[in-house]
């Protein structure tokens, strides 16, 4: 079995108990809450920067509007930690430390030094009378400056790093100043300006730039409890790190270059003395949850977020066309009619560095076709996307305990392509729960490029249909389409249509939440409802004439 641990305090992933001795960190003195300050300490000085094109760059202002400064306010995150702690109640400590060590990690790593753990729900925005003091303060800001930059590259790329096993540096000496890493070197005065404005004494370091750094969170395993609170098995929730690894990304492409990208002139890192510093790194955060996002914003009030709308409505915008241009690309060929059949191919193709899509098992990616007449009548279709968020055909959202396989040729309206994960727990049936998932019984999310599945090992591995497919190979997929019309249809039918789309958050996801009854649960749930017109983006479309 695996156990990760923060160097802090060893906390076995979801089934042990905080260990009594905390571990000292890397310079032999223990980390203390005054290594931590929330974000608004350093968006004093790291705002109101730009680029010689006026384009406004401020890190702060990008960070706030993200999903890690939003990390501790995702309502569908409170609502599957919810979900996990009545179906797990005995292990409700456990589930809630581990689930904060990444979405709460200052409180968390603060209370584990402590000898305590991380708590969830009692660091959950209530309404506008809530304490924003102390431990509290540090939980709600998510993902916040002084994490990141105090990481240190202590086992980086190993296992005992994932599942949110990053060490934090320790205090830099008796002067009480502590140390936060940046990518540039800094002089004695702006040194000097630093550790007045936040006592953190600043040092250059490459680490911040590598890939290892995202994957301490974003290598995630979790073990599966039965009904008595025992181990049943272990499932890789989450791993793009291992996918980029597996794939061609490895040796050109960091996580960093593509959701951080960097500006082409120097730019001042700070607007207070900031000097033109090269290779400036964008804190966008660039990714694909422009669902998650509007909510944020449609619900700020009652979700605590601190973020202006216009921040947030731009970022939205910037995110879906990110995903419309960026993600992957469509091609339709050999488009041909004989008799009453109808034939062509789809060919995908990904531009990502790991699966699409990828991390959280919640997301999929889908095929709509659609063959119509010369007035836009509909002859054939596969794919539809629904008023309630659901896919017309899908099995997965007809019933919970089915799902639709991979497909290498598609005959019929009802056979739909998806590219999902789908998760079985130890008995062998469908499951959305993460704590009762041992394994992937489909897995066809279309691959990097430089991916070999055939290599690939079990944490990565491609499962189901897909495996067995020829054309399910690195950089995409190929679809046959082989159709018999009804003699009348195949006359009018003109042309062809295909779309492709994504959702972060899938029917099923958000509907196998209805049962649990709990402020979280119900939350997001209206919530959902509430947004489904906003729940697929468009991430490519190909279009072509019937001869």
């Given at each position: 079995?695996?156990?990760?641990?923060?160097?802090?305090?060893?906390?076995?992933?979801?089934?042990?108990?905080?260990?009594?001795?905390?571990?000292?960190?890397?310079?032999?003195?223990?980390?203390?809450?005054?290594?931590?300050?929330?974000?608004?300490?350093?968006?004093?000085?790291?705002?109101?920067?730009?680029?010689?094109?006026?384009?406004?760059?401020?890190?702060?202002?990008?960070?706030?509007?993200?999903?890690?400064?939003?990390?501790?306010?995702?309502?569908?995150?409170?609502?599957?930690?919810?979900?996990?702690?009545?179906d797990h109640p005995l292990a409700r400590a456990a589930i809630e430390d581990k689930c904060a060590t990444c979405h709460m990690p200052m409180?968390?790593?603060?209370?584990?030094?402590?000898?305590?753990?991380?708590?969830?729900?009692?660091?959950?925005?209530?309404?506008?009378?809530?304490?924003?003091?102390?431990?509290?303060?540090?939980?709600?800001?998510?993902?916040?400056?002084?994490?990141?930059?105090?990481?240190?590259?202590?086992?980086?790329?190993?296992?005992?790093?994932?599942?949110?096993?990053?060490?934090?540096?320790?205090?830099?000496?008796?002067?009480?100043?502590?140390?936060?890493?940046?990518?540039?070197?800094?002089?004695?005065?702006?040194?000097?300006?630093?550790?007045?404005?936040?006592?953190?004494?600043?040092?250059?370091?490459?680490?911040?730039?590598?890939?290892?750094?995202?994957?301490?969170?974003?290598?995630?395993?979790?073990?599966?409890?039965?009904?008595?609170?025992?181990?049943?098995?272990?499932?890789?929730?989450?791993?793009?790190?291992?996918?980029?690894?597996?794939?061609?990304?490895?040796?050109?492409?960091?996580?960093?270059?593509?959701?951080?990208?960097?500006?082409?002139?120097?730019?001042?890192?700070?607007?207070?003395?900031?000097?033109?510093?090269?290779?400036?790194?964008?804190?966008?955060?660039?990714?694909?949850?422009?669902?998650?996002?509007?909510?944020?914003?449609?619900?700020?009030?009652?979700?605590?977020?601190?973020?202006?709308?216009?921040?947030?409505?731009?970022?939205?915008?910037?995110?879906?066309?990110?995903?419309?241009?960026?993600?992957?690309?469509?091609?339709?060929?050999?488009?041909?009619?004989?008799?009453?059949?109808?034939?062509?191919?789809?060919?995908?193709?990904?531009?990502?560095?790991?699966?699409?899509?990828?991390?959280?098992?919640?997301?999929?990616?889908?095929?709509?076709?659609?063959?119509?007449?010369?007035?836009?009548?509909?002859?054939?279709?596969?794919?539809?996307?629904?008023?309630?968020?659901?896919?017309?055909?899908?099995?997965?959202?007809?019933?919970?305990?089915?799902?639709?396989?991979?497909?290498?040729?598609?005959?019929?309206?009802?056979?739909?392509?998806?590219?999902?994960?789908?998760?079985?727990?130890?008995?062998?049936?469908?499951?959305?729960?993460?704590?009762?998932?041992?394994?992937?019984?489909?897995?066809?999310?279309?691959?990097?490029?430089?991916?070999?599945?055939?290599?690939?090992?079990?944490?990565?591995?491609?499962?189901?249909?897909?495996?067995?497919?020829?054309?399910?190979?690195?950089?995409?997929?190929?679809?046959?389409?082989?159709?018999?019309?009804?003699?009348?249809?195949?006359?009018?039918?003109?042309?062809?249509?295909?779309?492709?789309?994504?959702?972060?958050?899938?029917?099923?996801?958000?509907?196998?939440?209805?049962?649990?009854?709990?402020?979280?649960?119900?939350?997001?749930?209206?919530?959902?409802?509430?947004?489904?017109?906003?729940?697929?983006?468009?991430?490519?479309?190909?279009?072509?004439?019937?001869?």
């Amino acid at each position: 079995m695996r156990t990760f641990a923060i160097r802090v305090c060893a906390v076995a992933v979801l089934t042990c108990a905080v260990t009594e001795d905390p571990v000292q960190a890397q310079s032999g003195a223990p980390v203390t809450a005054a290594s931590f300050v929330t974000a608004d300490r350093c968006i004093a000085c790291h705002s109101n920067i730009h680029a010689r094109s006026g384009e406004d760059v401020s890190i702060g202002y990008a960070w706030r509007a993200s999903m890690m400064a939003n990390s501790a306010r995702d309502p569908y995150w409170f609502a599957a930690v919810r979900r996990e702690v009545i179906d797990h109640p005995l292990a409700r400590a456990a589930i809630e430390d581990k689930c904060a060590t990444c979405h709460m990690p200052m409180a968390r790593y603060i209370a584990a030094q402590e000898g305590g753990s991380g708590e969830v729900f009692a660091n959950m925005f209530t309404g506008a009378g809530d304490d924003e003091s102390g431990l509290t303060a540090l939980a709600r800001d998510g993902v916040s400056c002084t994490v990141c930059h105090q990481i240190t590259e202590h086992a980086f790329g190993e296992e005992e790093s994932f599942t949110g096993g990053f060490e934090i540096a320790a205090s830099n000496g008796s002067d009480g100043g502590w140390q936060v890493f940046g990518p540039h070197d800094v002089d004695a005065g702006r040194v000097a300006l630093m550790r007045s404005a936040s006592t953190a004494q600043p040092a250059q370091a490459g680490h911040l730039a590598r890939s290892e750094l995202c994957a301490t969170c974003h290598t995630l395993y979790t073990h599966a409890l039965d009904e008595n609170g025992r181990e049943v098995g272990e499932l890789a929730e989450q791993v793009p790190y291992l996918e980029w690894r597996h794939s061609g990304f490895r040796e050109t492409t960091s996580c960093q270059d593509c959701h951080m990208p960097e500006l082409t002139e120097p730019t001042p890192i700070s607007s207070v003395l900031g000097e033109p510093r090269p290779q400036f790194s964008q804190h966008v955060f660039r990714g694909g949850n422009a669902f998650m996002l509007g909510v944020l914003n449609k619900y700020r009030a009652e979700l605590g977020v601190t973020a202006p709308p216009q921040e947030l409505a731009a970022v939205i915008r910037r995110t879906r066309e990110y995903l419309g241009s960026e993600a992957a690309s469509i091609e339709l060929a050999g488009v041909r009619r004989v008799g009453s059949e109808l034939s062509f191919d789809v060919t995908l193709a990904s531009t990502t560095g790991h699966k699409l899509p990828t991390a959280y098992p919640s997301r999929r990616v889908w095929l709509h076709v659609v063959v119509a007449d010369s007035a836009g009548g509909i002859v054939f279709e596969s794919g539809r996307p629904l008023d309630n968020g659901a896919i017309e055909g899908n099995d997965n959202d007809i019933d919970a305990a089915r799902y639709e396989p991979h497909y290498d040729v598609i005959e019929r309206p009802d056979q739909v392509q998806i590219y999902e994960p789908i998760l079985a727990d130890a008995n062998g049936a469908v499951t959305t729960g993460l704590l009762r998932a041992v394994r992937y019984v489909k897995d066809n999310r279309i691959l990097p490029q430089g991916f070999d599945k055939n290599s690939a090992g079990a944490d990565i591995a491609v499962a189901g249909g897909a495996l067995g497919d020829p054309d399910f190979l690195a950089g995409g997929d190929h679809v046959k389409f082989r159709l018999q019309l009804e003699p009348a249809a195949a006359e009018r039918a003109a042309s062809v249509r295909v779309t492709l789309y994504y959702q972060s958050v899938g029917f099923r996801w958000a509907e196998n939440l209805r049962e649990y009854r709990a402020l979280e649960t119900d939350r997001f749930v209206r919530f959902y409802e509430e947004s489904i017109r906003d729940t697929a983006v468009t991430l490519a479309r190909a279009g072509a004439e019937i001869p």
